[in-house]
């Protein structure tokens, strides 16, 4: 067993949910609910590492999150205390490294536990996918001073952190961005705004891409901008269709004054940052995709072997078995794609950039037909709040467009293809 489970375990028997070691995990492991003769089981092609990781992650779902999920969705509750017992089990720094409190993993099994959690709540989950990414640009790029300051209380989500890189007039070009970082002395000023962005207001840390130098993206900065600093506020609450457990406002900076000691990376480097940390940002976000669209097909499947049409159980129609065949084929394609794109960014592969970019793509809009396909299996009740199928449809479509538009995947992956 790696370090890095044993932590995971450590952290599980912190939280009183388990006591884990080498022999006791495994026993443990054996009796839990992986259907192995399922065509959609999590489980398949995971080493037993891996699945006590999905099984940690999947029951704290099941017991902390589905049950809150309808209440944190109709009432935008930011789940602070959730979160940071999310972070008590190590999701909250799951693949930054453990000299700061970074629960040390991979990629892989991150992507992992974000389609565990998001089987729970994808809104949620996909909050502590972001969070995690900022971390890890931190970590990675980061001095020694900040990772110091920060990662410890970010591991443990005592603090948040949020990343900001799209402008109300810069979206998808995003080496257009405007907002600005001018030093003086041992300061830089910033003036600008971002526009949605996930746990404005609420977040400790803001990772900012800022123009420091020409236009272009060689010209962009990444700036760590804390809460409360002079010149920083923030716009009303977004009303969104999902992700209503996080709250999305316009961040802004009328000449806020931050330290030049706060420049993750060097100047000019901003760029390549946000777009490492996008990399890895599709793989979780097309993870939080094979969550929600694997529990809707479990909703379905328990919703047409009791629901009666014409004196019969809807799943005896051929019609709703084929669709539950192509749904299943879909998660099962999806799941492998995501996978294997994790993979790659975990071993540095030379075209991870067009892997990660076909996993987003794939999997978001795979999976997003999923939970469509699931509500349409539920005929009206689906469109009904009263079922959770429709939150999980509700959420993963906003998954198309974030971490760069799945417009900006295809140029991605077209302009790998065409270039090799």
Not at 1 to 13: E, G
Not at 37 to 61: M, V, W, Y
Not at 181 to 200: E, P
């Amino acid at each position: 067993m790696s370090s890095a489970t044993i932590q995971l375990a450590k952290r599980v028997s912190a939280q009183s949910l388990r006591i884990f070691s080498r022999r006791k995990a495994f026993q443990h492991l054996s009796c839990r609910q992986f259907n192995e003769q399922s065509c959609i089981n999590p489980g398949d092609g995971l080493t037993n590492e891996q699945k006590l990781i999905f099984e940690t992650a999947k029951d704290f779902a099941t017991n902390e999150m589905e049950p809150k999920m309808k209440l944190w969705d109709e009432e935008e509750i930011f789940p602070r205390d959730v979160l940071q017992n999310a972070a008590q089990l190590g999701f909250g720094a799951i693949y930054c490294k453990e000299d700061y409190g970074g629960t040390g993993l991979g990629r892989l099994d991150a992507s992992i536990i974000f389609e565990a959690l998001s089987t729970g709540c994808v809104s949620t989950t996909a909050y502590i996918s972001i969070h995690n990414m900022c971390a890890w640009m931190i970590d990675t790029f980061g001095t020694k001073e900040l990772r110091e300051k920060h990662l410890p209380s970010l591991a443990s989500m005592e603090r948040f952190a949020s990343y900001c890189l799209t402008e109300p007039g810069s979206g998808s070009d995003a080496a257009s961005i405007s907002t600005s970082a001018v030093r003086k002395g041992d300061k830089y000023i910033l003036n600008g705004s971002k526009a949605f962005i996930s746990g404005g207001g609420e977040s400790d840390v803001y990772l900012v891409m800022c123009r420091t130098g020409d236009s272009g993206p060689k010209g962009i900065s990444c700036v760590l901008v804390e809460n409360g600093s002079p010149g920083l506020s923030f716009g009303a609450k977004e009303k969104k269709v999902g992700w209503n457990s996080q709250p999305t406002r316009a961040v802004i900076f009328e000449d806020c004054e931050v330290p030049v000691s706060n420049l993750i990376g060097k100047e000019g480097q901003g760029f390549n940052i946000a777009m490492d940390g996008l990399n890895g940002g599709r793989i979780n976000i097309a993870s939080c995709s094979l969550g929600a669209a694997h529990r809707s097909i479990e909703l379905a499947r328990d919703h047409v072997l009791v629901r009666k049409q014409f004196n019969r159980t809807l799943d005896s129609f051929q019609n709703v078995q084929f669709k539950l065949a192509e749904m299943a084929t879909s998660l099962i394609a999806s799941r492998l794609v995501v996978r294997h794109a994790a993979e790659a960014l975990q071993n540095g592969a030379a075209n991870k950039v067009a892997l990660c970019s076909s996993a987003k793509l794939f999997a978001t809009e795979s999976c997003s037909k999923i939970c469509s396909d699931s509500l349409q299996l539920f005929g009206g009740y689906g469109y009904l709040k009263d079922y959770p199928v429709q939150q999980f449809w509700r959420d993963v479509r906003v998954h198309e467009i974030l971490e760069g538009t799945n417009e900006m995947m295809r140029l991605l992956i077209s302009r790998n293809l065409l270039s090799t």
